[in-house]
Nanobody
Framework: QLQVVESGGGLVQPGGSLRLSCVASGFTLAYYAIGWFRQAPGKEREGVSCINSGGGSRNYEESVEGRFTISRDNAKNTVYLQMNSLKPEDTAVYYC??????????????WGQGTQVTVSS
């Protein structure tokens, strides 16, 4: 199993920003599409964003479009999720996942442990 570790979560006020990081350990992240997912209490896990291996193709869940930006630095073996204009409904545990392929829209075989994001005044 490919190991990834998320970081960057925390408590932020509505309208604030956070940047999540997903760092790969023991393998080359550049070969894989990477997705960010989230799960709020009492809700099912949902996909937030995905970036393909080369970084040229990205997609976003409708509610975060225009507020969140996914990017990757393959030299640092890291994928980021920049989250701006955060809303209370963005509160969730955010997970990074490694696709089994280089493109998005496929299965994700390896998952991180998650990082908590709480948006509250």
């Amino acid at each position: 199993q490919l190991q990834v570790v998320e970081s960057g979560g925390g408590l932020v006020q509505p309208g604030g920003s956070l940047r999540l990081s997903c760092v790969a350990s023991g393998f080359t992240l550049a070969y894989y599409a990477i997705g960010w997912f989230r799960q709020a209490p009492g809700k099912e896990r949902e996909g937030v964003s995905c970036i393909n291996s080369g970084g040229g193709s990205r997609n976003y869940e409708e509610s975060v479009e225009g507020r969140f930006t996914i990017s990757r630095d393959n030299a640092k073996n890291t994928v980021y999720l920049q989250m701006n204009s955060l809303k209370p409904e963005d509160t969730a545990v955010y997970y990074c996942a490694v696709s089994d392929y280089s493109d998005c829209g496929r299965t994700f075989g390896s998952w991180g442990q998650g990082t908590q994001v709480t948006v509250s005044s």
